[in-house]
């Protein structure tokens, strides 16, 4: 079981796997945090070698750092397949995990890591770092608070960049997908938190044989997630040419308002209709122009996907991580929450395969 560390402690972390782009972004918002140890990295990949090089760490057996007392906390950043194993073994070792989305392959993965957080008792907080902007939390107030009154209708957009599509990364064998499940699962979490799981869900995930070769598993969707209260209509583009997520907007329409959210950077926009206890007309907010790019080059332990520059939503996801580790609080981000998203695109490819027939979801 994994137990609270005291707010003044020191605390230990170490790397289970480090061949994901991420990792190196969140090592780096560890070692920018006080009272943090960074206690070494383990991977069988020849990629450990320079990572651990550049970053200024020890390389470690899987076994040692799972037996160090030291080491409070682990850093689950392998390829997906191994993610759910990785994630196990540390919370049976008594080990705090970060892990990196989507927590595995698919929804067999995260029921597994879902059923050893409740074995253990141990702290998991998957990595949907885009939650940490503060027009979700914005948006998550508005939605809670009914300002914008009954909210009928909701559109969503996201889309991958720097054509990471066609990378080996997003076309791991076995994974539910590719972009649309490595990426889309971002938004796949804010629609989760903002409106809960739907009751089914249609959905055409296309592949365009005259667009882009077959190094690539999806370059479009389109799906409708049916409530009982309101539409949600998601779409999605594998070839983005925008950098960051300027593009990505999730958009609620209620009776007495509007409101589009954008994570990066992160924005937001609400209309409302002055019968709300709000004077008629727009509000905007924008946080920063983001003169830091989110994602800046590839690298000699990152050779498929440049790895991230932007430190702003790291640095916030490690605080919520290191908070719950200190107090023995819940999650920010819960393996309940991995599993579902994985359960969702689960549905929507299952849906895509049937021509777009609905298809229920029960989680």
């Not at 170490?14 to 780096?28: E, M």
């Not at 409106?195 to 882009?212: D, L, Y």
């Not at 919520?320 to 549905?347: D, I, K, P, W, Y």
């Amino acid at each position: 079981m994994t137990y609270a560390i005291g707010e003044s402690a020191e605390f230990g972390i170490a790397c289970l796997g480090i061949t994901h782009p991420h990792t190196s972004g969140r090592v780096k918002a560890f070692q920018r945090m006080p009272g943090a140890r960074l206690m070494g990295a383990y991977d069988d990949s020849p990629l450990l070698t320079p990572f651990v090089d550049a970053l200024g760490l020890e390389a470690r057996t899987k076994e040692a750092i799972l037996a160090d007392p030291g080491v409070h906390a682990v850093l689950v950043h392998p390829k997906s397949h191994s993610m759910a194993n990785l994630t196990i073994e540390a919370l049976e070792a008594g080990k705090a995990v970060l892990c990196e989305k989507p927590a595995g392959r698919g929804s067999a993965d995260t029921a597994r890591i879902v059923e050893a957080v409740e074995r253990t008792g141990g702290l998991f907080q998957v990595g949907y770092c885009w939650r940490f902007a503060p027009s979700v939390d914005k948006m998550q107030e508005v939605l809670s608070s009914g300002r914008l009154g009954k909210v009928l209708q909701v559109r969503a957009h996201a889309g991958c960049s720097h054509n990471e599509a066609a990378t080996p990364h997003m076309n791991q064998p076995g994974d539910i997908g590719g972009a649309m499940f490595v990426i889309a699962c971002h938004l796949i979490d804010r629609i989760l938190l903002h409106f809960g799981v739907p009751q089914s869900v249609n959905a055409r995930i296309t592949k365009f044989a005259s667009a882009f070769g077959s190094n690539s598993r999806e370059d479009a969707g389109g799906a409708i997630l049916n409530y009982a209260d309101k539409l949600v209509t998601v779409d999605f583009m594998s070839w983005d040419p925008l950098s960051w997520t300027e593009s990505w907007d999730l958009s609620a329409y209620g009776t007495e308002g509007i409101m589009h959210s954008c994570p990066l950077p992160s924005s937001y926009k609400i209309y409302d209709s002055g019968r709300n206890g709000f004077q008629q007309g727009w509000t905007e907010w924008r946080e920063t122009s983001f003169p830091e790019i989110w994602a800046t080059k590839k690298t000699v332990y990152s050779p498929e996907i440049a790895e991230i520059g932007n430190p702003i939503y790291f640095d916030r996801e490690a605080a919520a991580f290191v908070g719950s580790l200190r107090s023995g609080s819940a999650a920010a981000v819960s393996a309940t929450q991995a599993h579902n998203v994985n359960h969702l695109l689960e549905a929507l490819f299952k849906s895509s395969a049937l021509s777009g027939a609905e298809v229920e979801v029960a989680v």
